[in-house]
């Protein structure tokens, strides 16, 4: 079935709306960039094993800042003011498209930035980095297919298939991500690993934002506001799932230095305070005896 009516994002938008979606897309880059600042000055709080965790984090935050910038861009001169209306143009278009080169990219870092904090090592941990990010990849991109490829996005048939065959991806990174976490429960503090979990429950619940958003024009013909429900709901689930996530996968970070501290398996060279609470005290590396002659 195709529906005659433009795709979501040529939808014809009042003042109010227009400046709702606005709002929307500008608070997410404010927050994003913010999260990319901190994650440059923080990486050095935490131990060298679990700093992956924080390059990850900077990466998503400055592909998704420059992200929102252009989807910022494409809204802004994408609709034109004309008789007390905002008429969308073909760069309008972008306001979409461009969220899943976005997603195409972080997704599949949001699970390296995961499984850098968890207890997998050696091959296990390739095996399930690689097959987690592919499987994040190919979520996204099938995503991608039916929302935006086939007949604009306008045919449900698409939508369905498409959205049934990224599902099934999702559902492997759900048992992959689940996994991982289970078990690296032995090996961390109660502490660290309530964290962990809470960090996969906050990714893994914001990921089913995304289809349930996109499996609305299934069952209802799009509108104005749900084009600005869309927007929303995207921004929003982007600041949760890159922002509120990475701040949790921090904190997992600096417990587990601090733990690997007093266990004296690392060195740091600062103090580990988590909440303003102090966990561990610097470790100097051992200076080498001097050689007898």
Known sequence: MLYDTPTPELQTLTPGQHDVVVFAVLAAAFALLAHTLHSWRSASEVGVRYRPAVVAALCIGAVATVSY????????????????????????????????????????LLTVELLAVCALAGARARRVRASTMAAAFLMVVTGFVGSQVVAEGRSTGALVGWGLVSTAFFGYLYVALVGAVRGSRGSMSAESFASLRNAAVVL?????????????????????????????AYSAADVVAKVGFGVLVFKVAKLRTAEDLAAGAETHPEPVWVSSVHEADAVAPHEPEPRQH
């Open 69 to 108: 910038a252009l989807v910022h861009h494409a809204v802004d001169t994408g609709f034109t003011l004309v008789d007390g209306v905002y008429e969308p143009g073909e760069p309008a278009r972008s306001s979409l498209f461009t969220r899943y080169v976005d997603w195409s990219v972080t997704v599949p």
């Open 204 to 232: 893994l619940s914001t990921f089913g934002v995304y289809p349930l958003v996109y499996a609305v024009p299934v069952f209802v013909d799009v509108t104005p506001s749900w084009f600005v429900g869309m927007q929303v």
